[in-house]
């Protein structure tokens, strides 16, 4: 299985849909989707959901997630307060397989554990985060430390961060391997879209495979 996270930045065109459509991913998440965008695409996908929460004013955008091949289902005990912390059920056919959690920051929500979770996933600070979320028992999927280290992110004022990521249980790794790799920057910019021209952000796949 093979899942493809993107940010594509304010929208989600048909060039930045052709181009993610390269990584042929099994489910694809991305973020930053508008309704319309992904009306426009759902028709190319089996299992499909978008979300976003209309009562905040910031939030024309949403996080859309497809697959053509594993069922997608919104957990049934999902909170909109917590912005973003979506959870999704994947199953292969009946079996259900895992539980996925899709996560966009925002800055306004309701403070509690699950909001505590997505904090750890806004701050600039990775071993912070990466301490906190143990505590969550959950772990990084990347291993290797330079990969770990690895940019995702160009800021508006020209600095680069890390700011996608994948975690996952004990539990998971337990039972499945992963594999993560990161496209790279490559100053084909319009702007500071230095990822094709298309985004600030570049795109994160992680490929799991049942042991």
């Given at each position: 299985m093979k899942i493809v996270s993107w940010n594509c930045h304010y929208g989600f065109s048909d060039e930045k849909y052709e181009h993610i459509k390269g990584f042929k991913p099994d489910i694809l998440i991305v973020q930053e989707s508008t309704k319309k965008d992904f009306d426009r695409i759902k028709k190319n996908w089996a299992f499909k959901k978008w979300h976003n929460d209309e009562k905040y004013e910031d939030s024309p955008l949403g996080v859309a997630i497809f697959s053509n091949k594993y069922i997608i289902e919104k957990h049934k005990n999902f909170k909109s307060e917590y912005r973003y912390l979506i959870p999704y059920e994947i199953y292969d056919g009946s079996d259900f397989l895992f539980y996925l959690f899709a996560v966009w920051t925002k800055g306004k929500g309701k403070f509690s554990y699950e909001q505590n979770v997505?904090?750890?996933?806004?701050?600039?600070?990775?071993?912070?985060?990466?301490?906190?979320?143990?505590?969550?028992?959950?772990?990084?999927?990347?291993?290797?430390?330079?990969?770990?280290?690895?940019?995702?992110?160009?800021?508006?004022?020209?600095?680069?961060?890390?700011?996608?990521?994948?975690?996952?249980?004990?539990?998971?790794?337990?039972?499945?391997?992963?594999?993560?790799s990161i496209a790279n920057f490559d100053g084909n910019k319009k702007g500071k879209y230095e990822y094709k021209g298309l985004s600030d952000h570049v795109p994160l796949t992680v490929t799991i495979t049942k042991k």
């Open positions: 997505i904090k750890a996933f806004e701050s600039n600070a990775y071993d912070d985060m990466e301490e906190f979320l143990a505590k969550c028992k959950l772990i990084n999927c990347i291993e290797d430390e330079e990969l770990k280290s690895k940019d995702t992110y160009k800021h508006a004022e020209g600095k680069y961060g890390r700011d996608d990521f994948c975690f996952i249980s004990k539990e998971f790794k337990k039972k499945y391997l992963t594999d993560v």
